[in-house]
């Protein structure tokens, strides 16, 4: 079946526009999540939905960064006045209820230039 | 609060030699340990998990882990090595709450032919 899809796969921008990260998860899972990879790091958690809602944000860097899940199944990372720093890979995974393997997908590689 | 530590950032193997990735974490209560391996452009792929019962672990690709308690531990580990197996190796906790996974920073592993 099919896995999880993040589009577009590169993003450059300039500093200080705005920029949205999409993720479709994998059909019936409820859970998902968006990590961010640095260059030669593990992945870092920033976001849980649970259905519809954040169930768990405590890990977005600063009120620059926003994530909706509006329908309980596409989400849209958000990010305000990019900066450099926020260069990176963000990564989406998914999992069913009650199930602790989340599934990641390729990925979004960000630039800020 | 719960970390993952992969002490080695490099390591490269010769083509039908063993392999054994270290992996040290941090954790308060019974642990939920997972490793996964990201080749380039690609995401996360799950390759085994330990959540209870028999501390040695089958996973893909014909990959195994142990998990021993007293040294804090999760080495993975391959009887012989394909060229295919080059990629980024990454262990990881999850959470109390089961829904944030804690990545070490990951082993690079080459593999001379």
């Known amino acids: 079946g099919a896995g999880v899809s993040q589009t577009p796969s590169n993003k450059v921008t300039e500093k200080g526009k705005y920029v949205e990260l999409r993720c479709d998860p994998i059909?019936?899972?409820?859970?998902l999540y968006w990590y961010r990879q640095s260059l030669g790091q593990g992945p870092e958690f920033l976001i849980y939905?649970?259905?519809?809602?954040?169930?768990?944000d405590s890990g977005l860097p600063n009120d620059r960064f926003f994530a909706v899940r509006p329908e309980g199944s596409v989400s849209t990372l958000k990010i305000q006045r990019t900066e450099r720093g926020d260069s990176a890979m963000y990564l989406c995974?998914?999992?069913?209820?009650?199930?602790?393997?989340?599934?990641f997908g390729p990925g979004t590689r960000l630039t800020v230039t | 609060a719960q970390s993952v530590t992969q002490p080695d950032i490099h390591i490269t193997v010769s083509e039908g030699a063993s392999l054994e990735l270290r992996c040290n974490y941090s954790?308060?209560?019974?642990?939920?340990l997972f490793w996964y391996v990201q080749s380039p452009g690609q995401g996360l792929q799950l390759l085994l998990k330990y959540f209870s019962g028999d501390t040695l672990v089958q996973g893909i690709k014909g990959f195994e882990a142990e998990f021993k308690r007293s040294q804090s531990s999760f080495n993975l580990r391959k009887p012989s090595v394909h060229w295919s197996d080059a990629a980024e190796y990454f262990c990881?906790?999850?959470?109390?709450?089961?829904?944030?996974?804690?990545f070490g920073g990951g082993t690079r592993l080459m593999v001379k032919p």
């Open positions: 990881a906790v999850l959470n109390n709450a089961g829904n944030m996974l804690t």
């Open positions: 059909s019936g899972h409820t859970a």
């Open positions: 995974a998914s999992s069913q209820d009650n199930s602790y393997e989340q599934y």
């Open positions: 954790y308060g209560a019974t642990p939920y």
């Open positions: 939905f649970q259905g519809t809602g954040a169930a768990d």
